[in-house]
């Protein structure tokens, strides 16, 4: 198992910015990726970003150039820093980590943080 712990969520006013935090537990599994997904209620859970332990990154294209993800050195973090967020970015946001053990692949999510853009 990896447990995420996030934090960072909160109110924003457009144009401003969060930035968001998550920790994954100690665990025997092999971390690929850590990441971001968002849902609002009554629609699907998106990818946000994503980024892989060889450093590939992956961004929605409604977050590129506003959106900045990166991993913490040597340890299972991974940041989310927010710019010129807008109420489009309003959500809750879940940490997503892609782990494995041995051969076969999992995914992992926390608990969620809530995002508000509040005019």
């Known amino acids: 198992q990896v447990q995420l712990v996030a934090s960072g969520g909160g109110l924003v006013q457009p144009g401003g910015s969060l930035r968001l935090s998550c920790a994954a537990s100690?665990?025997?599994?092999?971390?690929?990726?850590m990441g971001w997904d968002r849902q609002v209620p009554g629609k699907e859970r998106e990818l946000v970003a994503i980024?892989?332990?060889?450093?590939?990154?992956k961004y929605a294209d409604s977050v590129k150039g506003r959106f900045t993800i990166s991993r913490g050195n040597g340890k299972n973090l991974v940041y989310l820093q927010m710019n010129v967020l807008n109420s489009g970015d309003t959500a809750v946001y879940y940490c997503h980590a892609k782990a494995s053990d041995g051969d076969v692949s999992y995914d992992f999510w926390g608990q969620g943080t809530q995002v508000t853009v509040f005019s």
């Open positions: 980024m892989s332990s060889s450093g590939d990154i």
């Open positions: 100690e665990t025997d599994f092999y971390i690929n990726a």
